[in-house]
């Protein structure tokens, strides 16, 4: 069973599902480069996500730097590395793919596969892929677009 909700927020409305236990399982935003979409047989309800939409809230206002909330992506052993080393960006800084290729373990020479992983982020903003940029600052492609991009990075004060 997936639960879901759509949650107002200054990047448009946020679609966020969870599994049965409450987990957020993906966070995504209209437009969304592989993001979903409601499917039949999904229940919405809420109720599981009080907590997110709480701290969404709470991070758009600028009051809130972490979230603390159950995330359970599933991906690939890979990905599922790349995501996790994405939870280690602070608020207000960046990295780049290279920086996380090596956070991981990974040769260089799989830079193009940790974009890959990054860009198949299923729970933007919560899993913070907004804060990788180029090795040469500029702001390289985000599934939910460069302009939501430019506002989290605006937001968090990285721009």
């Known amino acids: 069973m997936t639960y879901w909700t759509s949650i107002d927020s200054p990047l448009g409305p946020l679609l966020l599902t969870a599994d049965p236990a409450g987990a957020l399982t993906s966070l995504s935003v209209p437009g969304q480069k592989g993001g979903r979409s409601v499917q039949d047989g999904w229940r919405h309800d809420p109720g599981p996500f009080r907590a997110a939409g709480e701290q969404l809230a709470a991070y758009f206002a600028g009051e809130l730097k972490e979230f603390r909330l159950t995330l359970r992506a599933a991906g690939t052993e890979f990905r599922e590395r790349v995501w996790g080393a994405l ?63 430019t506002t989290l990075l605006t937001l968090e004060g990285a721009l």
């Not at 799989?110 to 982020?121: D, E, F, L, P, Q």
């Open 87 to 149: 939870d280690s960006v602070p608020y207000g800084g960046t990295t780049t793919y290279g920086e996380i290729a090596a956070r991981i373990g990974a040769p260089r020479a799989v830079v193009r596969a940790v974009g890959g992983a990054i860009g198949a982020n299923p729970l933007l903003i919560l899993r913070p892929c907004h804060r990788v940029i180029g090795a040469d600052g500029s702001l390289t492609g985000y599934a939910g677009g460069l302009e939501r991009k």
